[in-house]
Every structure is written in structure tokens, then in C-alpha cells.
């Protein structure tokens, strides 16, 4: 079992910043690939970036790219999504998510979730 707990949302200006984290606890969570997700009122829940276990390959939605970026802490047992040049488009419920090794651009294919931290930007 993993245990994944989202910190680091919050209220930002267009154009500003913010530093999600992912803090996963259980089984080893060194072999699990980890996924960003979103989910805006009223819309689906849409994948934002993605993760390796190795760390060797990242995924990363065309609507962040560029702007974004993953990152993980195998020691740590957290995954990180900086991101930059926010958007009030960018606003919605950001969720981490785990499944073993491979990522997946896919919610259903992953095993374990978190709470969510809400992003807001205004314009």
C-alpha cells in the first residue's frame, strides 16, 4: 500500500509560481511512476505530467510544457511539480498518483491517489 499526500497549492497571480509536492509513504516507492493530474470544476480530470521510476523519462501535457516540470526524490520519497508562468487556466484540483514502473498518461491506470491541493490563480 502507498499512501500519497499533496502540499503546496495555493493562491497565485497570473504569471507567478508555486511548488507542488507529493509525499508518499508504505511500499517501496522507489518502484512506482508518478503522474500529476487536475481536475477544474465542471471538467474532466486531465493528466499534467508524468514520471519514471527511474526518472529517466517524463511526460508532460502540451498545456504545461515548457512551463512546468517534474521532478522526484527517491530519498525523500517525494515527487515535485515546480511550476512556473501560471495561468488562471492552470486552476484546479492537482492530485498525485502512483503505479509501479511505468507512467501512464491514463488516471485509471494508476493504483494509488491523493488528496489534492487546489490551485488558484487570478488574473
Known amino acids: 500500500q502507498v499512501q500519497l499526500v499533496e502540499s503546496g497549492g495555493g493562491l497565485v497571480q497570473a504569471g507567478g509560481s508555486l511548488k507542488l509536492s507529493c509525499a508518499a509513504s508504505g511500499r517501496t516507492f522507489g518502484n512506482y511512476a508518478m503522474g500529476w493530474f487536475r481536475q477544474a470544476p465542471g471538467k474532466e480530470r486531465e493528466i499534467v505530467a508524468a514520471i519514471t521510476w527511474t526518472s529517466e523519462i517524463t511526460y508532460y501535457a502540451d498545456s504545461v510544457k515548457g512551463r512546468f516540470t517534474i521532478s522526484r526524490d527517491i530519498a525523500k520519497s517525494t515527487v515535485y511539480l515546480q511550476m512556473n508562468g501560471l495561468k488562471p487556466e492552470d486552476t484546479a484540483v492537482y492530485y498525485c498518483?502512483?503505479?509501479?514502473?511505468?507512467?501512464?498518461?491514463?488516471?485509471?491506470?494508476?493504483?494509488?491517489w491523493g488528496q489534492g491541493t487546489q490551485v488558484t490563480v487570478s488574473s
Open positions: 498518483a502512483a503505479r509501479p514502473v511505468a507512467y501512464s498518461r491514463s488516471g485509471s491506470d494508476y493504483r494509488y
